[in-house]
């Protein structure tokens, strides 16, 4: 099979996964829940199966162990949220009231320094760029709701993911195996090392990136609690799930925190706690939580992981956005793979591969046995001997650019 071959097959291959992705998008997310679910708990069935518990036993007890933790913090934290978010929408009308009348001031003594009509075109930008954001923002939110939160889907997460998680996590190692033996031999070690990539890769995002943000959570709801802020929990709550979204999270929490506070306190030393308890937590996170839980080594860019989230749930809806990490992930080890080929190629410096140089070198080696091998060829390019004798045969000349007394050699 050529390259072009390998290459169509490829295509071919990837063009017909995403099609299916796409045709069964509205049945797919209790599988890739328990999927997502089977992976990020098979590092610890591993432990407990090398401590000598059965493969089955131990998925059957690490996966109700999950799954009870899970339903004891929804029903902990569900009804405080609920709450919360009821209280907070209840307020806002009156905190964007209380903002107006902290900020015009500051407002009208800067817009008295504009020209109108500068005033005027910068407020219809403003507006079209608000209806088209929201707009936007509306088809993602209706795609998510309407395409993976109908009632049929939920029960589906319900019912089905735990089952889904329990019998992949049983047979996780049997899968992989299963799926090794269906690579093609001679590309087997590259597509082994590129998998191991992406799998370090998610590990470390996915795995760590969700040990961050619960954390981050915990302790942007507990310090804005405990300055006084109002809603403070659900804020802070809020500003640590969306930090799986990189700056995205810490700069939508700090702007309504901070917002919050200033239509409840006013201008004044709390705001600045409120402030203190972001910075606190983005030193906190950039400098112990995201090295020792993350790494340096993930290799996903904070745009990227943004554009493929965004990207996703403006597809497939909720099942894009799980999608779009791993996705992401695998596009990115394929890509830095493809272009360490690249630069390791002629195609990128023939002079400094490896076939190149030898090609070179050969080529080199035989100027170097032609100039010893025609000794009085040498001889007239240096002005040495210009006489020529045709009368001698070659032979002759050949035995005597061989031989050990010619002072040439």
């Known amino acids: 099979m050529t390259i072009r071959d390998q290459v169509r097959f490829w295509l071919i291959a990837f063009g017909v996964f995403f099609f299916l992705v796409w045709l069964f998008s509205g049945i797919l997310l209790p599988f890739v829940a328990g999927m997502a679910i089977a992976y990020f708990l098979d590092p610890l069935a591993d432990k407990l199966e090398v401590r000598g518990l059965s493969r089955t036993v131990a998925t059957a007890i690490i996966t109700a162990l999950f ?51 500068t005033l005027n075109s910068v407020g219809e930008s403003i507006k079209g760029q ?36 329990f019998y992949l996590l049983r047979d996780w190692d049997k899968i992989v195996a299963k799926v090794d033996s269906w690579l093609p031999r001679r590309q087997a070690e590259d597509i082994r090392r590129c998998a191991h990539d992406i799998d370090v890769t998610l590990a470390g995002f996915v795995r760590g990136q ?28 809020m500003t640590g799930i969306l930090s799986f979204v990189p700056y995205f999270g810490m700069l939508v929490g700090f702007a309504v925190g901070v917002g919050v506070a200033i239509a409840q306190f006013g201008l004044g ?68 793979y493809g272009l360490a080929r690249y630069l390791d190629s002629r195609l990128y410096d023939p002079a400094a591969h490896p076939l190149a140089t030898s090609a070179n070198a050969g ?19 240096s002005g040495v001997n210009d006489r020529v004798e045709p ?11 061989s031989g050990t007394n010619d002072p040439q050699v």
């Open 269 to 336: 030393l709390d705001v600045v706690f409120v402030v203190g308890v972001f910075l606190l937590g983005q030193l906190m996170e950039g400098n112990f939580l995201t090295p020792k839980l993350v790494g340096d080594k993930v290799g996903l860019h904070a745009v990227w992981v943004m554009f493929a989230l965004l990207a996703g749930g403006a597809v497939f809806g909720l099942l894009g956005v799980m999608l779009a990490v791993p996705v992401a992930a695998a596009i990115g080890v394929l890509v830095r």
């Open 67 to 117: 799954f009870l933790i899970f339903i004891f913090v929804l029903l902990l934290i569900v009804p405080l949220i609920g709450s919360q978010l009821a209280g907070f929408l209840e307020r806002l009308p009156g905190y964007i009231s209380d903002l107006r009348t902290q900020a015009g001031p500051y407002i009208q003594h800067i817009t008295d320094k504009i020209a109108p009509e």
């Open 130 to 165: 608000t209806a088209t954001a929201i707009k936007w923002a509306g088809n993602i939110l209706g795609n998510l709701l309407t395409g993976s939160l109908a009632l049929l889907n939920f029960l589906s997460l319900v019912f089905i993911t735990p089952v889904v998680s």
């Open 210 to 237: 969700s040990t961050v943000c619960l954390l981050l959570g915990m302790f942007y709801g507990l310090g804005l609690t405990l300055v006084g802020l109002e809603f403070g929990f659900l804020i802070g709550l």
């Open 363 to 381: 080529a080199d080696g035989a100027r170097d046995v032609n100039i010893v091998a025609a000794p009085h060829r040498a001889q007239q390019a």
């Open 391 to 401: 009368s001698k045969p070659a032979g002759a000349e050949t035995k005597k650019s």
